[in-house]
């Protein structure tokens, strides 16, 4: 499958793993990249020299593009700009923020930039800034989300800006695939079903909880309180999450509850208290499989799929 993101990226599939927080280092990262995608390493909020170490293991397992996914109001934000062009990273994705006061710098060094944008305003803005492609992730999505589903999303994007939109949010198979082509999409980040990978270092307890999860069990935090609204499975932790906004709680003291909830989640696989960050795609997501084995089946069966309807059709 060719498109402006497999030409932009230097890959054979047109595919991102989305940069989740504690989840995506570089033994995942570099799985996905050997498998024909883009790999991320998430930023985070780490200490930036263990992001250069993270990189400079990832160089160590693949000589493909991979990426970095940098938190523009996480602390280590100025730091994380600079090691990415030290390092010679290939992409960088962000999120959180506005990243046109390094885009000068990233673009210098080659780096191909991607922001991740929950609404048309944003990525008109990013498109402006000099963003080389953009990521339109819908509500669907695990962790942190907006408030537009990826099927009303994408399409206003891509109507709106010219330079390619990758789609993401609610994708896990062909099907997903396919329909985020229909879109207008050139390409899509996935996140969840790599959660339930051969290479991803999560605990055995977090792949377990994706692997088993149905339609209805992700439920959403901080919305209530109107802090930052984030998707996860639902557990004990979700309950008392909810409950205490519900009765009135502060931004300032869901916060403090949500602390060490996902290092709990990825590190321990602590059911009761850790926040398991997953999208409502997790429902689909059934087996345990290589990081090449998911994008050669997405991309397989969402290839036929676009094949088959252009042919239904007579086209």
């Known amino acids: 499958m060719k498109t402006r993101i497999t030409e932009l990226l230097g890959v ?21 990249s050997n498998a024909g995608g883009v790999g991320l390493i998430a930023g985070g909020s780490a200490p930036a020299e263990v992001i250069r170490e993270e990189i400079r293991k990832a160089k160590a397992l693949t000589d493909k593009p991979f990426g970095v996914n940098i938190m523009l109001m996480s602390p280590n934000t100025e730091e ?42 944003l990525a008109k803005r990013m498109e402006r800034a000099g963003a080389d492609a953009v990521i339109a992730e819908g509500c669907e999505s695990g962790g942190h989300i907006g408030q537009t589903t990826t099927m009303c999303l994408v399409p ?32 899509v980040q996935m996140g969840t079903v790599f959660l339930a990978s051969e290479e991803c270092q999560i605990h ?37 999450v909810i409950e205490q906004e519900r009765g009135g709680a502060t931004f300032e003291q869901i916060e403090n509850l949500t602390i060490g909830s996902l290092r709990r989640a990825v590190k321990d696989g602590d ?30 069966e969402g290839e036929e799929l676009l094949k088959a309807r252009a042919a239904a059709l007579g086209l």
């Open 12 to 32: 054979q599939y047109p595919a991102l793993q989305g940069g989740m927080a504690w989840v995506a280092e570089s033994t995942l990262a570099a799985a996905v």
């Open 80 to 121: 994380l700009a600079k090691i990415v062009v030290e390092e010679g990273v290939a992409v960088v994705t962000t999120g959180a923020g506005n990243p046109g006061k390094y885009m000068e710098a990233w673009k210098a060094a080659g780096i191909k930039v991607i922001p991740v944008v929950p609404s048309v305003n």
């Open 156 to 187: 206003q994007v891509v109507d709106a800006v010219s330079i390619p939109v990758i789609a993401a949010g609610g994708i896990a198979d062909g099907r997903g695939l396919a329909a985020a082509m229909m879109l207008g999409a050139e390409g």
């Open 204 to 240: 055995e307890n977090y792949k377990d909880l994706v692997l088993k999860a149905k339609d209805t069990d992700s439920a959403v935090t901080g919305q209530i309180c109107g802090g930052a609204a984030v998707r996860q499975i639902k557990n004990r932790y979700t309950k008392k």
């Open 271 to 300: 059911l009761e208290n850790g926040s398991f960050m997953a999208g409502q795609i997790a429902g689909m997501v059934n087996e345990l499989r290589p990081c090449e084995k998911i994008l050669r089946d997405i991309f397989s």
